[in-house]
């Protein structure tokens, strides 16, 4: 495999994968013929498929064993930064989702192929080059951080577009007949969260489903509104009845911080 390119048309870090002990009993009771082909066109079996970050861990474990028994410790060292690698992107990615776990084999055949390309090179530096390569090995690089962003764009979801009116009420609906606040929420504007349900229950409503503006009757000002005008339509600035006292004194201390604010600054 030392003549042979870690990556995609070469020899990747899954051919090293451990095979378990049924599968080594299974490989050595046979006894088939091998031929070993060294010819120009010969190209390395099919790697194992790697869907989690255990099998990828496992094949570098698998190569770490083979080089601690025939290399000198420092050049087993690219591994272990290759083991801190996936088991950082491991952290971050609970789930193992396919589109990373992928994208990570690819990152680790790469640098496996930067970094052991120069064990083969005939420079006097091929040393300070492989040095520098393993440097390289890194979780917290920009390189790598532009390329998880990539994925993510590329598998985000399309956000659904914002809608801004309530639930739509069909007469015809074969369903239980409504009652009269179901009735009043389907004409009355969507109200921005916020507004407990014990509050939004106080809320008194005219005719139409028209109600008042609380940030309004608050103390502070709708924007865009003027006095006598909301600038939302359904709700006013004129109330004929009296607010509840609890709907008066949550507006209060919810709205009424605006204009006190704009007070202070003037």
Same mark, same amino acid.
């Given at each position: 495999?030392? +003549?042979? &390119?870690?990556? &995609?048309?070469? @020899? ?9 002990? +049924? ?11 091998f ?6 066109n +010969? ?9 989690t970050?255990?099998? %990828? ?13 025939? !290399? ?10 290759l083991?801190? $690698?996936?088991?950082a ?28 390309v120069? %064990? ?6 091929? !040393?300070?080059? $492989?040095?520098? =390569? ?8 920009? =390189? !790598? =951080?532009? #390329?998880?962003? +990539? ?7 399309? #956000? ?10 069909n ?27 014990? @509050?939004?229950?106080?809320?008194? &409503?005219?005719a139409?489903?028209?109600e ?14 003027? &006095?006598?005008?909301? #600038? ?13 006292? =609890?709907? @008066?004194?949550?507006i ?11 007070r202070?600054?003037n």
């Open positions: 495999t030392s +003549a042979a &390119r870690f990556g &995609r048309y070469g @020899v990747s870090i899954m051919h090293y994968h451990r095979a378990n002990r +049924a599968a080594q009993l299974a490989a050595g009771s046979s006894d088939a013929n031929n070993l082909d060294f010819g120009i +010969a190209s390395p079996p099919p790697a194992p498929p790697c869907d970050y255990f099998n %990828l861990l496992c094949a570098i474990q698998g190569l770490t064993t083979f080089a601690n028994s025939q !290399w000198h410790e420092v050049m087993a060292r690219p591994l272990c930064r083991r801190e $690698f996936v088991v992107n491991m952290d971050v990615d609970p789930p193992h989702t396919p589109a990373r776990v992928e994208r990570t084999l690819h990152e680790v055949n790469h640098h496996l192929g930067a970094v052991y120069h %064990l083969s090179s005939d420079s006097p530096f091929w !040393w300070r080059e $492989f040095s520098a =390569a393993a440097s390289r090995i890194d979780f917290g690089t920009v =390189a !790598w =951080a532009m #390329a998880l962003q +990539a994925i993510h764009i590329a598998t985000a979801a399309p #956000a659904a577009p914002a809608r801004r009116s309530g639930p739509s009420c007469p015809n609906t074969q369903t239980a007949r409504p009652t009269q606040r179901a009735e009043a929420d389907c004409v009355q504007p969507m109200r921005p969260g916020g507004l407990p349900a014990s @509050v939004r229950a106080l809320i008194p &409503r005219a139409g489903g028209v008042p503006c609380l940030r309004f009757f608050g103390g502070g000002m709708c924007f865009g509104g003027t &006095r006598d005008q909301c #600038a939302i339509e359904g709700r006013t600035h004129m109330s004929p009845d009296d607010l509840p006292p =609890a709907l @008066v004194a949550f209060t201390k919810k709205y009424g911080r605006h204009r006190q604010s704009t202070q600054r």
